[in-house]
């Protein structure tokens, strides 16, 4: 037991603390550091806005992407498949954005495969229609392309700070903590996925995706790293969305995220190799399919080995006490953001305990087959 208690507490030590810490030193011992330069020419720029029933938002999404500060040609494309609200009528008031629509609803996976036909630029940058882009955002974005071994380039997501959601702190400190790991991949090598706010592909190297795919975005940036191209990350190219409107609409978004996970770990094993994939196959691993499988069951294991060792000492009786006081902190935290409070302290035991408890519901609805590819999108606070 005592064995198994510091293996699991090692490794969620490793997974969240340790790997940053190692890819920072690896990247300083290296001297890596970003290749960013103006771009010669400016590549031909595609806009892609899946959008399903964002009659709220779409306007104002494309007020802000249509003013853009970019040197190149752009063109907009919106996919509204299966929306049955104004959408469409809203989109048709700008004449200058293309509207690729059909009645059936079949998912945004399936949208992205039916609407890459119809594009002929040379980046296709990918955005969500709940969220702004700041005006530089493009321009970040294609300095990464002046390498040619760059297949694809994320953004940044900011989460917005905003009084009327306590969620949001949790939200925004945890996407904080996120882009710091994704500059510091993106240094050593390529980043582990990619942020669907804002991410771009070269448009020659996208591969069609199961319709069924939960994680559009991750999927897309896999294939382009199997092609041996790397994904990069601009963090100049904001993308800032809103926080969810309360807990439980955050809920919803990290079980489905969850879900997408340990689907995306399964179809994306192969580059688990490190004899074909090298160092990426070590950042994928740790960044990305250790959080979606064993990181919950490393959280349970070091509390049940901790309390069968309660009779070896009062080292272990404190450690089980230091555990307890983490999780009745994070219990505390989500009972104060059920009501709408902020306890800035409980933050951190919060979420962290909330991610990984809809980590496990995601594996439930994944096994179950419960997950709609043509899922009911999370509610989040209006910019009104």
């Given at each position: 037991?005592?064995?198994?208690?510091?293996?699991?507490?090692?490794?969620?030590?490793?997974?969240?603390?340790?790997?940053?810490?190692?890819?920072?030193?690896?990247?300083?011992?290296?001297?890596?550091?970003?290749?960013?330069?103006?771009?010669?020419?400016?590549?031909?720029?595609?806009?892609?806005?899946?959008?399903?029933?964002?009659?709220?938002?779409?306007?104002?999404?494309?007020q802000n992407t249509t003013a853009l500060d970019y040197q190149g040609?752009?063109?907009?494309?919106?996919?509204?498949?299966?929306?049955?609200?104004?959408?469409?009528q809203i989109v048709g008031n700008h004449p200058q954005v293309t509207l690729l629509w059909q009645a059936a609803r079949r998912g945004k996976s399936a949208a992205i495969n039916r609407a890459m036909p119809f594009i002929k630029e040379e980046i296709t940058v990918f955005t969500d229609a709940n969220v702004m882009l700041e005006k530089n955002a493009l321009i970040a974005l294609?300095?990464?392309?002046?390498?040619?071994?760059?297949?694809?380039?994320?953004?940044?997501?900011?989460?917005?700070?905003?009084?009327?959601?306590?969620?949001?702190?949790?939200?925004?400190?945890?996407?904080?903590?996120?882009?710091?790991?994704?500059?510091?991949?993106?240094?050593?090598?390529?980043?582990?996925?990619?942020?669907?706010?804002?991410?771009?592909?070269?448009?020659?190297?996208?591969?069609?995706?199961?319709?069924?795919?939960?994680?559009?975005?991750?999927?897309?940036?896999m294939n382009i790293i199997k092609q041996g191209y790397t994904v990069k990350y601009a963090p100049e190219a904001k993308a800032v969305e809103k926080p969810s409107f309360d807990i439980e609409e955050e809920y919803k978004r990290k079980v489905r995220i969850a879900a997408g996970g340990l689907q995306a770990s399964i179809r994306c094993a192969a580059i688990m190799n490190p004899f074909i994939y090298g160092i990426f196959a070590f950042q994928f691993i740790v960044h990305r399919v250790s959080r979606w499988t064993v990181a919950p069951l490393f959280i349970l294991l070091a509390f049940i080995s901790n309390v069968f060792l309660l009779g070896q000492g009062s080292f272990y009786q404190i450690l089980l006490l230091l555990q307890l006081s983490f999780h009745l902190a994070a219990l505390a935290g989500w009972y104060f953001?059920?009501?709408?409070?902020?306890?800035?302290?409980?933050?951190?035991p919060f979420y962290f305990?909330?991610?990984?408890?809809?980590?496990v519901l995601g594996w439930i609805r994944y096994l179950k087959g419960n997950q709609s590819a043509a899922w009911q999108k999370a509610t989040r606070l209006s910019y009104s």
């Open positions: 037991m005592e064995t198994l208690l510091w293996i699991s507490i090692a490794a969620l030590a490793f997974i969240y603390v340790g790997y940053g810490i190692l890819i920072t030193v690896l990247n300083k011992l290296l001297n890596n550091k970003p290749q960013v330069t103006t771009p010669q020419t400016y590549p031909s720029i595609a806009i892609l806005i899946a959008a399903y029933n964002e009659e709220e938002v779409i306007d104002l999404k494309l040609s752009v063109t907009v494309y919106v996919i509204s498949d299966g929306s049955t609200d104004n959408t469409n294609a300095q990464s392309y002046n390498n040619d071994k760059v297949g694809g380039v994320s953004g940044e997501k900011v989460v917005e700070k905003d009084d009327r959601a306590a969620a949001a702190s949790t939200e925004g400190a945890y996407w904080k903590y996120e882009s710091f790991l994704k500059r510091q991949d993106a240094r050593l090598y390529s980043i582990a996925g990619a942020a669907g706010e804002l991410f771009s592909i070269r448009t020659h190297l996208f591969q069609a995706i199961p319709e069924d795919t939960l994680l559009d975005d991750f999927i897309i940036a953001n059920t009501i709408g409070k902020k306890v800035k302290l409980l933050y951190i305990d909330f991610m990984h408890y809809c980590v």
